[in-house]
């Protein structure tokens, strides 16, 4: 297929993950089951959707990589500002060890999905059908929170197996999509500033939220601005044509998932997107994620 059509399925695959798979961080459940390991509990929310407390997000997160440091954790969520990662992973891990939280993170995931969805929803015996070819081809290589993913025990049912397998897809994407922008050259101050004026938000809004400075923001912007790729306010047409760039590198990655479903992709997207919408619905996960604002910046 050509790399228009594999871009569009890629993208179409990562919107109806995304709130049905990236539930796990606004979940009550989850949050629950943190507070009972010594974590602060949810401190606030977005719209009535539960926003988690840093610690307890990085070490559950990073939990499927084991027992790591703050410095790896930190590397493989790449994004965020070390010297804030760093110190709350010294805290979670004085607060409990990786297979705990680990589990406790499974289990919240998963109970929020029941909660929301029920057992088993429509068509979840076809989903976990397709998951299971979607993940199937993928390799680890580059990739560890695919690879931790990877390395955790399949659950026995057929949405915890949704679960598991949508979570090896999400961060197979994140972790392709790391290799795509460190490859042409940014860091991780740069990609945010660009992937936030990529989905129509100002910049310094919600990669604020990854705690970096304005110092550094600074720094990153007038760097930005001397290759030529932003101006004070925005892109210029160099680097809006760059930052799409990034993007079809991530969707080119996961040419071994969209190879593997074929035209099936088109009915996994189908059948996953009323979960997503209840998911939504339910407060299980914020009303526009990443995908969600690209696709509105790029009026589709």
């Given amino acids: 297929m050509d790399v228009q059509q594999l871009s569009s399925r890629a993208r179409a695959l990562g919107s109806a993950?995304?709130?049905v798979i990236g539930q796990v961080y606004f979940s009550p459940e989850c949050h629950a089951n943190y507070a009972a390991l010594g974590f602060d509990p949810s401190g606030a929310d977005a719209g009535g959707v539960a926003l988690p407390d840093g610690p307890a997000y990085f070490t559950s997160r990073g939990s499927v990589m084991g027992q790591v440091p703050g410095e790896l954790v930190a590397a493989a969520f790449a994004v965020f500002?070390?010297?804030?990662v760093?110190?709350?992973v010294q805290l979670g891990w004085s607060r409990t060890d990786a297979a705990t939280i680990c589990a406790a993170r499974d289990d919240g995931a998963i109970a929020q999905l029941r909660r929301i969805l029920g057992d088993a929803p429509e068509g979840i015996e076809r989903v976990d059908e397709?998951?299971?070819r979607a993940v199937a081809p993928l390799r680890?290589?580059?990739r560890p929170l695919f690879a931790g993913v990877l390395s955790q025990a399949m659950p026995d049912t057929a949405i915890g197996r949704v679960w598991r397998r949508g979570d090896m897809l999400r961060e197979y994407r994140g972790d392709s999509h790391t290799a795509a922008w460190i490859s042409a050259g940014f860091d991780a101050t740069e990609i945010g500033l660009m992937s936030e004026l990529y989905w129509g938000l100002p910049m310094r809004s919600y990669s604020r939220t990854r705690a970096w400075t304005d110092a550094q923001f600074d720094?990153?912007?007038e760097r930005l601005r001397a290759r030529g790729l932003l101006d004070?306010?925005?892109f210029t047409p160099a680097g809006r044509?760059?930052?799409?760039g990034i993007e079809v590198q991530t969707d080119l990655q996961m040419r071994p998932t969209i190879e593997a479903l074929g035209d099936d992709v088109d009915e996994l997207v189908a059948l996953m997107t009323p979960w997503g919408a209840a998911v939504r619905a339910g407060k299980g996960y914020l009303s526009a994620g990443p995908h969600d604002l690209a696709e509105q910046a790029a009026g589709r």
């Fill in 232 to 234: 004070d306010t925005g």
């Fill in 219 to 221: 720094a990153a912007h």
């Fill in 86 to 88: 760093v110190p709350c």
């Fill in 17 to 19: 993950l995304e709130p």
């Fill in 81 to 84: 500002n070390p010297e804030v």
């Fill in 140 to 142: 680890p290589e580059g």
């Fill in 241 to 244: 044509e760059a930052r799409e």
């Fill in 130 to 132: 397709l998951l299971a």
